[in-house]
């Protein structure tokens, strides 16, 4: 079937949020491990995300450079894709996420984000894989 874009514009993109368990915040008396749902971006919420992380940026004809902020870089990734189960984000802004998450275990953060860096294909796996295809 060839693509317009009227089927383009009606087409339900397949992107229901992963079930992602973290077992790091389990309270004490809680029978099963704590979970978030975690939501494939769109292409624009990726490219806020995107424009979030940059700092500055030279354009060249055959060259674009870009400064990157590592500073919140995962938390400003889950605060794009942490999704409660009605997909709705868990988080108003960055400035919130942090207030939220800033204090977490860098483990519980880092496996999270991985997850949802790689869902998001922007992980380094992710990354690597789509360079072979």
Known sequence: MLLTKEKIKKAKDVRKPLKFP????KEKGDKTDPYCFLRHMSSSQRDEYDQ????????????VTVKI?????RI????HTMV?????????????????LSERSTTAIERTWAETADINGIS??????????
């Open 76 to 79: 400003l990734l889950l605060s």
């Open 22 to 25: 973290i077992p790091e915040w």
């Open 52 to 63: 979030a992380l940059q700092v500055q940026g030279d354009l060249m004809p055959d060259k």
């Open 69 to 73: 902020s590592m500073k919140g870089f």
């Open 84 to 100: 409660d189960d009605k997909d709705k984000l868990l988080f108003e802004s960055f400035e919130e996420a942090t207030e939220y």
């Open 124 to 133: 380094p796996k992710a990354v690597e894989e789509a360079e072979k295809n």
